[in-house]
């Protein structure tokens, strides 16, 4: 997968795309080469008006997990309740897109994304618990991976007793299961959460 690899720029630079897409995809690669773009005017419209992606439509989950995913990555305050409402009904679903032909893990886990933006600290636990177990019971080392990584994000966040162990030790699983299976971007961005705290 492109976003695994670090590679996600290479779908973004294939044009032309539909513009909701395009906006996600340049927003996602922007902040995987390290850069931190004003927020994509896509995240200001949802939050003005959440039909900006429209309710019931086949890409609808998909696309709200990455603006969930572009949220999370730039703290966009204005649009993660907004996102939060809509992705809600998906919180025990995991995320597909075309008969499960793409999949973007557990519906879990963006909510846990949202919730830590807005400074929710028991329901994003709550929902990276979830989401931890929905991507083992689906088998999916890669999701695993990501979602461990999430979750010690945001246990060094919180800061609360005993975060900073359980952190370490969920991500070491994500960076050795990266390191295995090529995921450069994933292996990059665990390396970095370690060196934050050593």
Not at 5 to 22: H, M, Y
Not at 62 to 87: I, K, W
Not at 131 to 148: F, G, K, N, V
Request: hydrophobic share 45%; with cysteine.
């Amino acid at each position: 997968m492109h976003w695994d690899r670090g590679s996600l720029r290479e779908v973004a630079n294939v044009t032309p795309l539909p513009p909701i897409w395009d906006e996600l995809l340049r927003g996602l690669a922007a902040v995987e080469l390290g850069a931190r773009p004003a927020a994509p005017k896509l995240l200001d419209r949802l939050a003005a008006d959440s039909d900006v992606i429209p309710f019931g439509s086949p890409a609808e989950a998909f696309q709200l997990a990455l603006c969930a995913e572009l949220c999370s990555q730039l703290a966009h305050t204005t649009s993660a309740p907004v996102l939060l409402q809509r992705l809600a009904r998906y919180e025990q679903r995991t995320i597909t897109l075309n008969d499960a032909s793409v999949v973007l893990g557990a519906g879990a886990r963006y909510l846990a994304m949202l919730e830590v933006v807005m400074g929710d600290w028991d329901h994003a636990e709550r929902h990276m618990e979830m989401a931890l177990d929905t991507t083992r019971r689906l088998e999916s080392p890669p999701w695993i991976a990501r979602t461990q990584h999430d979750y010690a994000r945001m246990l060094l966040a919180r800061g609360a007793a005993g975060d900073l162990q359980r952190a370490l030790a969920l991500n070491a699983e994500a960076l050795a299961t990266a390191r295995e299976r090529g995921m450069r971007k994933v292996a990059a961005d665990c390396e970095r959460l370690l060196a934050t705290v050593m």
